[in-house]
């Protein structure tokens, strides 16, 4: 018997819920978001990237088979987008000094990224095809890439359910394209708006 989730249409308060059958839905604790999230996830993207996170770090992912080599988030970005991927990054906060210094070169066009002051959802969409939807930011912490007593307590699912994955990227394409920003009370604080094509801003 297939799980079911009850999904309201994005930006909808007259829409009633449906419940609708959907595909793998999985519990993604602790460290376990590190393997989904990157491993199955991010490393894996072949056409697309979604991500939006509270707090954005330059994380270090170690290279596979590689105990001892590491490279940060926004170098896998990098060169993801590089090879083709439209990644588009949605933050809230201040990225990390490290991460800053890495953003601040030369990005490639295929890597947009965006600030949005009231953001604290945290999803990864992988090729409009697996998802993830919880607690964890982009972080070392968030993800579990951290050792044992650094890491956060995070809950999250990971799933391929078509019409969750779709409603999911109705409300970040809501945010990325602005339709928030009329009712937002943090425009003081909100650079351009959303649109940073320097990073001068963050």
Same mark, same amino acid.
């Not at 968030?142 to 409603?167: H, S, V, Y």
């Given at each position: #018997?297939?799980?079911?989730?009850?999904?309201?249409? +994005?930006?909808?308060?007259?829409? +009633?819920?449906?419940?609708?059958?959907?595909?793998?839905?999985?519990l993604v604790? $602790?460290?376990?978001?590190? =393997?989904?999230?990157?491993?199955?996830?991010?490393? !894996? @993207?072949?056409?697309?990237? $979604?991500?939006?996170? *509270? $707090?954005?770090? %330059? #994380?270090? &992912?170690?290279?596979?088979? %590689?105990?001892?080599?590491?490279?940060?988030?926004?170098?896998?970005?990098?060169?993801? @987008?590089?090879?083709? &991927?439209?990644?588009?990054?949605?933050?809230? /906060?201040?990225?990390?000094?490290? %991460?800053?210094?890495?953003?601040?070169?030369?990005?490639?066009?295929?890597?947009?990224?965006?600030?949005? +002051?009231?953001?604290? *959802?945290?999803?990864?969409?992988?090729?409009?095809?697996? #998802? =993830?939807?919880?607690?964890?930011?982009?972080? /070392?912490?968030?993800? /579990? @890439?951290? @050792? $044992?007593?650094?890491?956060?307590?995070? #809950?999250g699912i990971?799933?391929?359910?078509? *019409?969750?994955?779709? %409603?999911?990227?109705?409300?970040?394409?809501?945010?990325?394209?602005?339709?928030?920003?009329?009712?937002? !009370?943090?425009?003081?604080?909100?650079?351009?708006?959303?649109?940073?094509?320097?990073?001068?801003?963050?």
């Amino acid at each position: #018997m297939p799980i079911v989730f009850a999904v309201r249409s +994005p930006l909808s308060v007259v829409n +009633p819920v449906r419940a609708i059958p959907c595909g793998v839905v999985e519990l993604v604790v $602790d460290a376990q978001h590190f =393997y989904r999230i990157i491993n199955d996830g991010i490393l !894996k @993207a072949k056409t697309s990237l $979604d991500i939006s996170t *509270a $707090d954005f770090k %330059a #994380m270090l &992912v170690p290279e596979p088979g %590689a105990s001892r080599r590491a490279r940060s988030i926004v170098e896998i970005l990098r060169r993801l @987008a590089s090879r083709g &991927v439209e990644i588009r990054l949605l933050h809230a /906060g201040t990225p990390s000094s490290a %991460a800053l210094r890495e953003l601040k070169r030369e990005l490639p066009p295929n890597l947009t990224i965006r600030r949005c +002051p009231r953001l604290h *959802a945290k999803a990864v969409v992988i090729d409009c095809q697996r #998802m =993830y939807l919880g607690s964890a930011n982009l972080t /070392g912490a968030g993800l /579990g @890439a951290k @050792a $044992d007593g650094r890491r956060n307590f995070e #809950m999250g699912i990971w799933t391929t359910a078509p *019409a969750l994955i779709d %409603a999911v990227l109705g409300e970040f394409n809501a945010l990325w394209e602005g339709h928030r920003c009329a009712s937002c !009370k943090r425009k003081d604080v909100c650079p351009v708006p959303l649109e940073e094509p320097t990073l001068g801003g963050i």
